[in-house]
């Protein structure tokens, strides 16, 4: 009989990996995959695919899984799904599909996150040879960005015929999930195979390329001959509190520190000889998973002390709760209910500590949070030496400013129809954190798949 629970995930022991970079869960093999599968009731209306934003068919995977084919699973979840391992991963599940699913109404849910990666990693263990599409559409289209949302709008048009090119401003393709997602979490080996997977489709990448700098949009349409262009820059732009002190010597965005940690590979230190200071005493300021992971990077750099620095209470807390249970068991310091109020320096221009007001929850706000209110007199300094500012990014101006008929939102992301990712510009696409602002990358994917459909139809009835 199928347990109430989770199978439970292997995990390293916390002790140990704050010593190294390698991934914390290790995933399930195949007779614990399909134990937990059988958990699932095989639900006539299931609502985990409504709850999924690329409209997977959970169940059918899962009874693959059950009845030990994985080949199968692995086909299934590809009919929706081009980054299968990434989702597998990162993919919010306990607020998407495992917040719906049936089982989940009297006991946990089914593990469907943790089965989707058990059959990604199958299939790269047994990965048969992939053929190229051919292109038999005969037209070009562009996709400016290479995160979650331009892989898989890329990936949808490859197969449909289309001669796709990919445009990076980086060296190296998969956007945040490159730069953004530490190695501990989301190995970059994997990404790198799902991004190889799609280039064997027959789609073309060209890195540092600066859209907006090195080639406009217009130039591309009118001059380079693309039928139709999808943006999918993403949010690069981080935001900070706006507090004295934050343009001191040891201040970050977590965007820089990540950043710097994962595409200069400071991870491999010292093999790499990467630019980036870590104090022996470290304040992240931010709950969300981009705190979250900044805050476990400079653990395993070496600082002694690290805070998280909330100014709500762990209720509201935006990060997934398996990140928050993570960092406490690696040793982060949680010091919630704290407001930062300026980040304290010496006559060098170093950061020496940060100043802090103790908050209580008040009644709830817009966002339905309790609002935090400040105590009187409450205010005491933390020791630390380096700063992380961790509470959110904006998308980068280039593009609005470089493409004048693109209208734009009054915090910058681009206007795009949520169903299409038409954008006031004929031709031009957008979807993912450039238009919705920071999310999920499972959301980022389903931006890209609506455009791409809508793409193809764009471009057959011009």
Not at 22 to 35: R, T
Not at 297 to 326: C, F, N, Q, W
Not at 425 to 453: L, P, Y
Request: net charge negative; charged share 25%.
């Amino acid at each position: 009989m199928a347990g109430t629970k989770k199978n439970p995930m292997p995990c390293q022991p916390g002790e140990e990996r704050v010593k190294n970079f390698l991934e914390v869960a290790l995933g399930y093999d195949e007779d614990v995959a399909i134990n937990e599968a059988k958990r699932c009731i095989q639900c006539k209306n299931p609502k985990c695919v409504s709850g999924c934003p690329v409209g997977i068919e959970i169940p059918k995977f899962i009874e693959k899984i059950a009845e030990g084919d994985f080949q199968g699973a692995i086909d299934t979840l590809k009919e929706k799904n081009s980054l299968p391992a990434i989702c597998g991963r990162v993919c919010p599940q306990e607020e998407q599909c495992e917040k719906v699913c049936i089982v989940g109404i009297k006991n946990e849910p089914v593990g469907i996150g943790r089965l989707e990666r058990f059959a990604a990693d199958w299939e790269r263990k047994n990965r048969k040879e992939q053929s190229k599409i051919s292109n038999t559409e005969g037209k070009k289209v562009a996709i400016v960005g290479s995160g979650p949302a331009g892989l898989t709008c890329a990936g949808e048009l490859a197969k449909m015929g289309y001669q796709v090119t990919i445009f990076e401003a980086f060296h190296q393709a998969g956007g945040v999930l490159m730069y953004g997602i530490p190695e501990f979490r989301l190995p970059k080996e994997i990404v790198q195979e799902e991004i190889n997977a799609l280039l064997n489709l027959g789609v073309e990448l060209k890195t540092n390329v600066v859209i907006g700098q090195t080639i406009t949009i217009k130039e591309l349409m009118e001059e380079e001959g693309y039928e139709a262009v999808f943006v999918g820059s993403g949010a690069g732009l981080p935001y900070f509190l706006n507090i004295p002190g934050e343009n001191l010597n040891g201040v970050y965005s977590a965007n820089e520190f990540l950043t710097r940690v994962n595409l200069m590979r400071a991870y491999l230190h010292p093999q790499w000889d990467t630019p980036v200071k870590v104090g022996k005493k470290v304040a992240v300021v931010g709950a969300g998973n981009v705190a979250m992971d900044a805050a476990r990077t400079a653990k395993r750099l070496g600082a002694e002390d690290v805070y998280i620095v909330y100014r709500r209470s762990e209720d509201e807390m935006p990060a997934r709760i398996e990140e928050i249970h993570h960092a406490k068991e690696e040793g982060i310091d949680f010091r919630l209910l704290t407001n930062p109020m300026e980040v304290l320096g010496n006559s060098e221009g170093w950061v020496t500590g940060l100043k802090c007001l103790k908050m209580e929850l008040g009644e709830p706000d817009s966002s339905g949070r309790r609002r935090p209110v400040p105590i009187e007199n409450s205010e005491f300094e933390l020791d630390v030496d380096v700063v992380i500012i961790a509470i959110g990014q904006g998308p980068n101006p280039l593009i609005p400013r470089s493409t004048p008929e693109l209208q734009t939102s009054k915090w910058g992301n681009i206007t795009a129809d949520e169903s299409t990712g038409n954008t006031s510009m004929e031709g031009v696409f957008a979807g993912g954190d450039v238009v919705t602002g920071a999310a999920t990358v499972i959301k980022a994917m389903g931006a890209g798949k609506n455009a791409a459909v809508a793409m193809d139809q764009y471009i057959k009835n011009k």
